[in-house]
């Protein structure tokens, strides 16, 4: 591999600010698409001779080309982060942070270059693009507080003349591998907490959205950090596997979906490793009667539609209890058949394309197979063409209404802007369609009932909840649990969890001899 030109550092200001241009050059320097790899404190071009096309889902245009990294060259960013991990281990942490600090000030920074960046290679919109990076941001801050979060605790005289204190060290090499989803926040689950409790990092991001995190690198090179603590190998499978076996990589987060995060878990624990891998869902709402219809319509058609349905956290079935069916299976459809879909770009687009056509396609036979099997198409968004952008992969807001329980529908991640219908005569029925699933991301309930709250709260088999909530996605400072096939592994991303995630305890038990004492 070569050291990349140093045109790399302007790449961010060059994606960013050419925007419908891309095409023309947006992946590295002046008409090189090429996404390098960031190993060792360079950049450098991978050999890979198989690239993956970065598309812009909303115009269909090129904007990059993604290598995809062989075992060799996740092996050279490894023996980097080898390298570097004894003198960044003994970095105080109160140093450490300091590049945090540092990052922190240079995301806020370029703040609106980044979220321009996301919807291109995305498709969101702006706004959620904005927000996106502020969950991000929201990570980094908290990771700051590693001075405190990182303690241990103690206890003197456990028996007489003997002490005893648990410290956490780091494990050494980590890695991350990041989806498609959320090219910026998810990453950032990850990378501050890592860095900051002295580990070094080999972060793999989706290989088709690499511009985000190829500009965020550009902004963390910046901080001045060492060379080799945090690594950007682009890559697919070959990458993933390579990470999974390789001997010198002591844990690994993943997020993505639940057969494929079944199987990272599955190879990396083989081998020894500590794991968390998110997995996929298929998150329920219940609407009770009681329910303020008109804020439960704005908050779930947001949690539905809202990324075009693309987060692990958007609801997919709601679950109306007696009377509620009627009022809000209308006001869901209208609200849904409003919304405005069209290129993120557009300050005054709702929703924005689907990552690429053949998640469409996928989506669209997905909205066909439950019409087969039953389900009123009640509002349809399959064959959508915007002006302007017809090579653009659009699939806008869908609602199924009545989808029957022995659909495969009902158990199967659709990942796009469509929303199930199915009515529960008792909370106990919508209780038991919550049980039945295979997943357990999140699961919200609107009413106005305490009690409901409260029952629904200690019964649900999820582990985010949301109580008049759609998004139930917790802050920086809790972790992002959940349960059944929606995560694999004990400890999970953000907060606490990630310092113990991160970390190793090292129990010391100390006893002097008195005689030594009467020398001094």
């Known amino acids: 591999m070569t050291r990349a030109s140093g045109a790399a550092s302007r790449v961010g200001g060059d994606v960013a600010s050419r925007g419908q241009g891309m095409s023309a050059g947006g992946g590295g320097r002046s008409g090189d698409l090429h996404v390098p790899h960031y190993i060792g404190g360079t950049w450098q071009r991978s050999a890979a001779a198989e690239l993956v096309d970065v598309i812009n889902p909303a115009t269909g245009e090129l904007l990059a080309r993604t290598p995809l990294a062989s075992a060799d060259e996740v092996d050279a960013a490894v023996h980097a982060a080898v390298s570097a991990f004894p003198a960044w281990r003994r970095t105080p942490p109160g140093e450490r942070i300091q590049y945090l600090f540092r990052l922190r000030g240079l995301l ?110 550009e902004l963390i090179e910046r ?33 993505g979906s639940t057969p494929v995060a079944k199987a990272v878990y599955t190879r990396a624990a083989a081998s020894g490793k500590r794991m968390q891998c998110q997995g996929g869902a298929k998150n329920f709402v ?114 199924l209404d009545g989808l029957p329980p022995t659909s495969t529908l009902a158990e199967t991640e659709v990942f796009g802007p469509v929303l199930s219908l199915v009515h529960a005569d008792s909370v106990d029925q919508a209780l038991e369609l919550l049980a039945r699933s295979p997943y357990g991301n999140q699961a919200s309930l609107f009413t106005t009932s305490g009690a409901a709250a409260r029952r629904f709260r200690y019964e649900a088999p999820a582990g985010n909840i949301g109580i008049n909530i759609g998004v139930a996605a917790p802050m920086a400072y809790f972790p992002f ?40």
């Not at 300050?347 to 099997?373: F, K, N, Y």
């Not at 198409?377 to 992969?393: C, F």
Request: charged content about 20%; aromatic content about 6%.
């Open 286 to 399: 219940i609407v009770l009667p009681d329910a303020d219809m008109q804020l439960a319509t704005q908050i779930i058609a947001d949690s539905a539609f809202g990324c075009a349905g693309q987060r692990c956290l958007a609801v997919s079935v709601a679950v109306t209890v007696g009377d509620a069916q009627r009022t809000f299976g209308d006001a869901i459809a209208a609200a849904a058949a409003s919304l405005r879909v069209g290129d993120g770009l557009d300050s005054s687009v709702q929703m924005g394309p689907v990552i690429g056509v053949e998640s469409q396609r996928r989506i669209e036979t997905l909205i066909d197979q439950g019409a087969r099997d039953g389900a009123r198409v009640r509002v349809d968004g399959r064959g959508a063409r915007i002006a302007g952008r017809e090579r653009g992969s659009f699939v806008k807001p869908t609602i």
């Open 223 to 255: 901080t001045g950090i060492p060379a080799g603590v945090i690594n950007v190998v682009n890559g697919g499978r070959t990458a993933v596997e390579a990470l999974c076996d390789h001997p010198m990589v002591r844990a690994v987060s993943f997020v």
């Open 481 to 520: 649990s959940g349960w059944k096939e929606s995560f694999f592994g004990i400890l999970h991303g953000q907060g606490r969890d990630a310092v113990e995630f991160y970390t190793e305890s090292k129990v010391v038990i100390e006893r002097w001899s008195r005689q030594e004492t009467r020398k001094f």
């Open 108 to 217: 806020e920074e370029h703040l609106d270059e980044l979220a321009r960046v996301i919807t291109l290679e995305n498709g969101k919109t702006l706004a959620e693009a904005r927000a996106e990076l502020r969950r991000g941001i929201e990570n980094v801050e908290v990771a700051c507080g590693i001075p405190m979060l990182m303690q241990g605790y103690n206890l003197e005289d456990v028996t007489p003349g003997v002490d005893e204190t648990l410290i956490r060290q780091p494990l050494g090499v980590v890695a991350a591998i990041t989806p498609f989803n959320f090219p910026a926040m998810i990453p950032f689950w990850f990378l501050p907490y890592a860095v900051a409790c002295g580990n070094t990092l080999v972060l793999k991001p989706s290989e088709r959205v690499p511009l985000t995190m190829r500009l965020a690198m």
